[in-house]
């Protein structure tokens, strides 16, 4: 087969390979996106049910995990939400603001994937999908030589933007951090983050009858508290507050549930004792939960006859004991639903093996890793779509 010769070859056509392959062609150079799934932007059109939860205005370093917490602040700086704002404006696609600074797509996420390639069809470059990659190899000359089952490629650059594991049922697979590891480069324990949470043995007979149920909590884990929904499922919980906590949990780390998020629990009793002393305890826990959930709580966890004792009969010591469930109520999970519904994949390749201003490999120069390969993973709610259009254009700028 011809060899077609470019100045740099884009491993994926995610959001972050996109990305980079419009900053690098928009400066002159002449880019090849290879992708192997049978079109581009599949998480981008899958995200926010559909409607893609593009980025977050509030995005901070601190949104991000990372063995390296200052790595991402470089690209975050130079490339904010503002400027990927600038262009889906430019391209009058309509969004809103649904909460804390996460901005959705009004109509479809389709816009945002036919925004980036019109934007790479403005800059000249090609877009291979259904492409495969059977080899890659580094030669004398300092090039990058992939073998694909559309013929053979060949650049100076070539750019790794090839995800991480989540969603295999997408066409996720572990090839960037193969190829980083043949390259030398040391690749950090991967596991699934934004992930709901299983539960087993008696901690889920406790919860099976409740799926279905919502509310909000506040989870906390390892010094991390997240404040927003949690939903029971068949085999255990989920909901953005459980997803944000995942991402800080791994087996037998201590997990616990503020069932009454903004609130002093024992002052929320006493109140409700010295205003409502007649009333039952379960009517008074219906006011701030699902009924169902307020029921199966003084079932298994306020046991004895309380639910049905009015307010006024409960002790100062009985009190406090409930207001320690309320507010520290402990959640045993078991382990996670794993990649295939995890939204991200935690670590990565090894930031300090990277130049945080340009993403490229401080081992092999031309080599470049940008987006969800890269051990930098954000919170939920648009900060990873902030990372990879950043790590993307800070690579682009960079070749």
């Not at 593009?54 to 370093?61: E, K, L, M, Q, V």
């Not at 991000?64 to 917490?69: D, E, M, Q």
């Not at 200052?70 to 696609?93: D, G, N, Q």
């Not at 969800?372 to 648009?382: A, F, K, R, S």
């Amino acid at each position: 087969m011809a060899l077609a010769d470019f100045d740099a070859l884009v491993v994926g056509g995610g959001a972050a390979g996109l990305m980079c392959a419009i900053a690098a062609g928009q400066r002159g150079l002449r880019v090849c996106v290879v992708e192997h799934a049978n079109r581009v932007g599949k998480k981008i059109l899958m995200s926010g049910g559909g409607r893609c939860n593009f980025t977050n205005t509030g995005t901070t370093p601190a949104n991000y995990l990372s063995a390296n917490p200052h790595f991402c602040k470089s690209a975050l700086a130079r490339y904010t939400p503002w400027h990927f704002i600038e262009m889906v404006e430019r391209h009058r696609i309509a969004f809103h603001e649904k909460e804390l600074g996460q901005l959705f797509c009004d109509e479809s996420s389709k816009l945002i994937v036919r925004m980036l390639l019109d934007e790479c069809e403005a800059a000249g470059v090609r877009v291979e999908t259904s492409c495969s990659i059977e080899s890659v190899e580094h030669a004398d000359d300092g090039r990058f030589a992939l073998k694909t089952s559309h013929g053979r490629l060949r650049a100076p650059a070539l750019v790794v933007a090839s995800g991480g594991l989540s969603i295999p049922s997408m066409g996720a697979s572990g090839f960037g951090y193969d190829l980083a590891r043949r390259f030398g480069h040391s690749v950090l324990p991967l596991r699934a983050g934004l992930v709901p949470l299983t539960l087993s043995g008696k901690h889920q007979d406790h919860m099976a009858e409740l799926s279905g149920v919502a509310l909000p909590v506040t989870a906390r884990c390892n010094g991390q508290a997240f404040t927003h929904t949690m939903l029971v499922t068949h085999r255990g919980i989920s909901g953005p507050a459980i997803l944000q906590i995942s991402s800080y949990w791994q087996p037998g780390d201590d997990l616990r549930l503020d069932l009454l998020p903004g609130e002093d629990a024992l002052d929320w009793l006493r109140r409700h004792q010295a205003e409502r002393p007649a009333t039952e305890l379960k009517t008074v826990l219906t006011e701030a939960m699902p009924k169902r959930f307020a029921q199966r709580l003084c079932d298994i966890w306020l046991p004895g006859d309380r639910a049905h004792r009015p307010m006024r009969q409960f002790t100062p010591a009985q009190l406090q004991a409930m207001a320690r469930v309320l507010s520290d109520f402990p959640l045993v999970a078991s382990g996670t639903e794993g990649y295939r519904t995890a939204e991200v994949t935690l670590g990565g390749v090894d930031t300090g093996e990277l130049s945080s201003r340009t993403m490229e490999s401080r081992l092999i120069p031309g080599l470049y890793f940008i987006g969800e390969v890269v051990d930098v993973t954000g919170w939920l709610g648009g900060y990873n779509f902030q990372w990879a259009w950043a790590s993307g254009q800070a690579a682009g700028t960079a070749l």
